[in-house]
């Protein structure tokens, strides 16, 4: 079985610049998730979608982030402008549902801005 | 407010020694809980997870957990380090009434020395 795919692996951008950051899930599962993660510090979930529709998007920067999921299978996180304080890894999971909720996770982007 | 405390951002033991990772949680309710690891590079694979059946859990690569719901823990240990132990380990928690969002410690390096 296939696992999460992301790409880019690496990407690396002038602040103000724009950038985005491609996912696709585990076959058949309903729920995809975007998190951040900065060095040093644990995973913070950005969005969560449900096929196509959005459950969580409470910690998204929305005044620059933003993100889909058309037709409730790949999604793309965009950031536009970017900030110095971007920098992180940007990891995608999913998961089928059920109530114990394994996420799968990708090998995430990892995002430099100068 | 609910929250997940891993004490000791980094741990070091030697190899064949014992290994003990500490996470607390704050809530009322007892949650689903789980441990992942973060090799370098790489996106968090799941070491195992609590979800109110047995509470001595065992996972992957010889780890085991306990819940323990009068200390609010979910300790992680393993009886005998390896060199390829040496990783990221994170507690991740879903609290009751967060849909399957999950919300993660700040991590604990592990290093294994010879």
């Known amino acids: 079985e296939a696992g999460v795919a992301q790409s880019p692996r690496y990407k690396i951008i002038e602040k103000r610049q724009s950038v985005a950051f491609w996912c696709n899930p585990i076959s058949g599962h309903a729920t995809l998730y975007w998190y951040q993660q900065i060095l040093g510090q644990g995973p913070k979930l950005l969005i969560q979608f449900q096929n196509n529709g959005v459950v969580d998007d409470s910690q998204l920067p929305k005044d620059r982030f933003s993100a889909e999921r058309l037709k409730g299978v790949d999604s793309t996180l965009k950031i536009q402008p970017a900030k110095l304080e971007d920098s992180a890894v940007y990891l995608c999971?999913?998961?089928?549902?059920?109530?114990?909720?394994?996420?799968?996770f990708g090998p995430g982007t990892r995002l430099t801005v100068l | 407010a609910q929250s997940v405390t891993q004490l000791g951002s980094h741990v070091s033991v030697s190899e064949g020694a014992l290994v003990l990772l500490r996470c607390n949680y704050s809530?009322?309710?007892?949650?689903?809980l789980f441990w992942y690891v973060q090799y370098p590079n790489q996106g968090l694979q799941l070491l195992l997870k609590?979800?109110?059946?047995?509470?001595l859990v065992k996972g992957i690569n010889g780890f085991e957990a306990e819940f323990k719901k009068s200390e609010t823990s979910f300790h992680l240990t393993k009886p005998s380090a390896h060199m390829s132990d040496a990783a990221e380990y994170f507690c991740?928690?879903?609290?009751?009434?967060?849909?399957?969002?999950?919300?993660f410690g700040t991590g604990t390096r592990l290093q294994v020395t010879l």
């Open positions: 609590y979800t109110s059946a047995a509470t």
């Open positions: 809530s009322s309710v007892p949650p689903y």
């Open positions: 991740a928690v879903r609290f009751s009434g967060t849909a399957s969002k999950l919300t």
């Open positions: 999971a999913s998961s089928f549902g059920g109530r114990s909720n394994e996420q799968f």
